[in-house]
């Protein structure tokens, strides 16, 4: 079956510096892909719609200067989550076609 | 964001026991799907459904389509340890035309041998 693919699974970092995260889609296209995150024990909020070839949609209260989407083939939508804090700790989590990738712990320290 | 209500919010249950979750939100719904999260892992879909009165099932999972279209309920029966886990309903209201979910606030799930 289809499966949409994200990488790194978890990642730690430092307090100021930039984390990117790939989602692709295996065996499929996708123009549109989602990004989610996810604190504990809370559900999945929706941060943001990745447009192939185009810009991405922010959903109201994120920052696009600080969580920066390129989505530059059918297959491959990056999160780039810039000058990282202790708040942007998290569940990242993105989606194609409700598909859902296995998300990506993020640690910022 | 918008979210869907959700309950019961957790439950504990013996192994063999049925379980039923469902899911409301104040206006329509178009689609209706129902995910398993496992921890540290994304989503996994379970059922999905398109019409209202819709009742489908996935194993020992039955899921339907609320007749209002503003609901939606999971069943699952004998369960097994392997149920543990959370379950999220997501939908797509009236109008939209693309995977943009919204979810449900989540039923965790806990499972006694």
């Known amino acids: 079956g289809a499966v949409v693919s994200q990488h790194p699974s978890w990642v730690i970092c430092k307090s100021g510096t930039s984390v990117k995260i790939e989602c692709r889609s295996l065996d499929f296209q996708a123009t549109t892909m989602f990004w989610y995150r996810q604190f504990p024990k809370q559900s999945l909020m929706l941060m943001a719609t990745s447009n192939e070839g185009s810009k991405a949609t922010y959903e109201q209260g994120v920052e696009k200067d600080k969580f920066l989407i390129n989505h530059a083939s059918l297959t491959l939508s990056t999160l780039t989550v810039t000058s990282a804090h202790p708040e942007d700790s998290s569940f990242y989590i993105c989606s194609a076609h409700r598909i859902f990738g296995n998300g990506t712990r993020l640690t910022v320290t | 964001g918008q979210q869907l209500n959700q309950s019961p919010q957790s439950m504990f249950i013996q192994e063999g026991e049925d379980v039923s979750m469902n899911c409301t939100s104040s206006?329509?719904?178009?689609?209706w799907l129902w995910y398993k999260q496992d921890p540290g892992e994304g989503p996994v879909l379970l059922i999905a459904?398109?019409?209202?009165?819709e009742l489908t099932s996935n194993g020992r999972l039955t899921a339907q389509f609320g007749i209002t279209r503003k609901d939606s309920f999971l069943n699952i029966s004998a369960s097994i340890p392997s149920d543990v886990g959370i379950y999220f309903c997501?939908?797509?209201?009236?109008?939209?035309?693309?995977?943009?979910?919204?979810f449900g606030t989540g039923t965790r799930l806990q499972v006694f041998p």
């Open positions: 997501a939908g797509l209201p009236r109008g939209y035309n693309t995977d943009k979910l919204i």
């Open positions: 206006s329509i719904f178009n689609t």
């Open positions: 459904l398109y019409k209202a009165g």
